[in-house]
């Protein structure tokens, strides 16, 4: 199974995260991200968070 990622860089916000979550299913990459996002960034964990983290993964690994 393809590795999936999600790059915080991708969602720039003024803590300037450089994160990179990496998973091999896109629930399990949702959740740490939510995870992460509610954490950090002070995100809420609603179903319209979801959808834009969702539309955050991508394919593959992280770029260097
Ligand atoms: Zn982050």
């Given at each position: 199974?393809?590795?999936?990622?999600?790059?915080c860089r991708?969602?720039?916000?003024e803590?300037?995260?450089?994160?990179?979550l990496?998973?091999?299913?896109?629930?399990?990459?949702?959740?740490?991200?939510?995870?992460?996002?509610?954490?950090?960034?002070?995100?809420?964990?609603?179903p319209?968070?979801?959808?834009?983290?969702?539309?955050?993964?991508?394919?593959?690994?992280?770029?260097?």
């Open positions: 199974m393809a590795r999936k990622y999600i790059d991708d969602f720039p916000d803590t300037n995260c450089s994160i990179a990496t998973a091999d299913s896109e629930e399990e990459l949702i959740e740490a991200a939510i995870e992460h996002g509610t954490k950090i960034h002070g995100y809420e964990n609603t319209e968070t979801r959808e834009n983290v969702k539309k955050g993964i991508k394919e593959g690994t992280p770029p260097a």
